[in-house]
Nanobody, 115 residues
Framework: VQLVESGGGLVQVGGSLRLSCAAS????????MGWYRQAPGKQRELVAA????????NYADSVKGRFTISRDNAKNTMYLQMNSLKPEDTGVYYC?????????WGQGTQVTVSS
């Protein structure tokens, strides 16, 4: 299993970023997936999830209405569009299955929202 996150960066409050997750080593298209965030000094939390076919999504209350999760099963890739970013969105973002996560995590991608 390999999960490679990209697209993070430094952005001002109110800005946008689009994260990507390239997956390999497993059958991506039959797995529901999620984006996780680990803020400094806090535990990793699930912020968005999407079913295998992409027909249903779910979001943490803290990001609802601002983040959009999507996937392209033909490309084995998942995305997270993040709009109206806030300082509390700062953290390292990871992708993995939303339940029964793989033991192997990617390196994550750092998102820093400056005020």
């Amino acid at each position: 299993v390999q999960l490679v996150e990209s697209g993070g960066g430094l952005v001002q409050v109110g800005g946008s970023l689009r994260l990507s997750c390239a997956a390999s080593g497993f059958t991506f298209s039959i797995n529901s997936m999620g984006w996780y965030r680990q803020a400094p000094g806090k535990q990793r939390e699930l912020v968005a999830a999407i079913t295998a076919g992409g027909g249903s999504t779910n979001y943490a209350d803290s990001v609802k209405g601002r983040f959009t999760i999507s996937r392209d099963n033909a490309k084995n890739t998942m995305y997270l569009q993040m709009n109206s970013l806030k300082p509390e969105d700062t953290g390292v973002y990871y992708c993995n299955r939303d339940v029964r996560t793989f033991d192997s995590w990617g390196q994550g991608t750092q998102v820093t929202v400056s005020s």
